[in-house]
């Protein structure tokens, strides 16, 4: 961009990550908020009325999901560069997103190590994928049949009930500070619970105290999760001295305990296929006490659980700062 100022429209649903979206951007001067909306015709109508440089835009929104607005934004504001942060991993998804003309997609989880860089690679006409989607190839041609499919009826996929396989896989996210990893693990925990899914959660007492806090004030029925087995939270460092033997995690510990909680939270999930999401601070506890070498074991034991054949869930298990490790089982 020529100009010293770039003028960004934020459009997302989720009034705490929208905070912590304005809160990233405000980081570098010249990025400039002139606007936050929450639903898709707003954003829309926004887009027209301002002409943004940039809008950053979710895909699970109310009234016009995010595919539908960016296809009209792109006709009412064709010079106005988007890009998509999303929850929603799906490579049929995202390629529709880019094949709209947009130039970026990042992954909610991923936004608090990704925003900053995917701005600046949009604003040179550069592409940027999250690193999450790393496996996936994406091109920018728009297949208009295909998206008229994926919008008929503004009903997307991931929005619909459907049978789906259940994915499998360990990411490492980083967070820049305490606040960026709240937001996460909230967005994270209310999406799951709100999808019927049981979470479990091990972190430190005053993380797990903010998440309680952002929860409640989202309207999630914390009291009920808890009181129905569906809501699990732990104290990092009783989880910790569990299976840690010697200043090390022990495999046989680890599994016998990670194991019995899933199972038990998993029996709580009423009905359809027992699916569990896992989010703590382990690794990153163990890497802040300069124990390296437990920290990375931690990790590669998780990675060993994704792979196991008796599981039948869905499993993150983000540690914290320097950086966060989501699994999918």
């Known amino acids: 961009m020529e100009t010293s100022t770039v003028r960004v429209l934020v459009v997302e649903d989720?009034?705490?990550?929208?905070?912590?979206?304005?809160?990233?951007?405000?980081?570098?001067?010249?990025?400039?908020?002139?606007?936050?909306?929450?639903?898709?015709?707003?954003?829309?109508?926004?887009?027209?009325?301002?002409?943004?440089?940039?809008?950053?835009?979710?895909?699970?929104?109310?009234?016009?999901?995010?595919?539908?607005?960016?296809?009209?934004?792109?006709?009412?504001?064709?010079?106005?560069?988007?890009?998509?942060?999303?929850q929603e991993s799906s490579a049929d998804v995202v390629q529709e997103a880019l094949g709209l003309g947009a130039l970026g997609y990042v992954l909610k989880p991923h936004a608090g190590?990704?925003?900053?860089?995917?701005?600046?690679?949009?604003?040179?006409?550069?592409?940027?994928?999250?690193?999450?989607?790393?496996?996936?190839?994406?091109?920018?041609?728009?297949?208009?049949?295909?998206?008229?499919?994926l919008c008929r009826n503004d009903a997307l996929p991931w929005l619909v009930p459907r049978k789906t396989e259940i994915t499998r896989g360990h990411e490492v996210e980083f967070y820049s500070d305490d606040e960026a990893l709240v937001v996460g693990f909230t967005y994270f925990i209310e999406a799951a619970l709100k999808t019927g899914n049981a979470v479990i959660v091990a972190a430190t007492e005053s993380h797990g105290?903010?998440?309680?806090?952002?929860?409640?004030?989202?309207?999630?029925?914390?009291?009920?999760?808890?009181?129905?087995?569906?809501?699990?939270?732990?104290?990092?460092?009783?989880?910790?001295?569990?299976?840690?033997?010697n200043d090390l995690p022990d495999p046989v510990r680890f599994?016998?305990?990670?194991?019995?909680?899933?199972?038990?939270?998993?029996?709580?999930?009423a009905g359809g296929q027992s699916r569990v999401a896992v989010c703590?601070?382990?690794?990153?506890?163990?890497?802040a006490q300069g124990n390296a070498d437990a920290a990375i074991q931690v990790e590669q034991l998780c990675n060993q659980l994704v792979v196991c054949p008796l599981?039948?869930?869905?499993?993150r298990w983000p540690s914290f700062y320097p950086w966060a490790g989501w699994i999918r089982v």
Not at 280 to 287: D, K, N, P, Y
Request: negative net charge.
């Open 14 to 86: 989720y009034e705490p990550f929208r905070r912590f979206v304005c809160s990233t951007l405000g980081k570098r001067p010249e990025l400039q908020v002139i606007g936050e909306v929450s639903d898709g015709l707003e954003a829309v109508r926004k887009a027209e009325e301002l002409q943004p440089d940039l809008i950053l835009l979710d895909i699970g929104l109310p009234t016009l999901n995010g595919i539908e607005a960016a296809r009209q934004i792109r006709k009412l504001a064709p010079e106005s560069r988007i890009i998509f942060v999303s």
């Open 113 to 149: 190590s990704e925003l900053l860089a995917a701005v600046e690679a949009v604003l040179e006409d550069r592409q940027f994928i999250s690193s999450g989607l790393s496996d996936h190839h994406f091109t920018d041609a728009s297949d208009s049949r295909a998206l008229d499919r």
């Open 209 to 245: 105290k903010s998440l309680l806090q952002r929860l409640q004030e989202h309207g999630v029925d914390i009291a009920a999760a808890t009181e129905q087995g569906r809501y699990v939270p732990l104290d990092v460092a009783e989880t910790l001295s569990t299976f840690m033997v």
């Open 255 to 269: 599994f016998r305990v990670v194991g019995d909680l899933i199972t038990a939270a998993a029996r709580a999930r």
């Open 280 to 287: 703590g601070e382990c690794a990153s506890i163990l890497w």
């Open 311 to 315: 599981l039948n869930f869905t499993q």
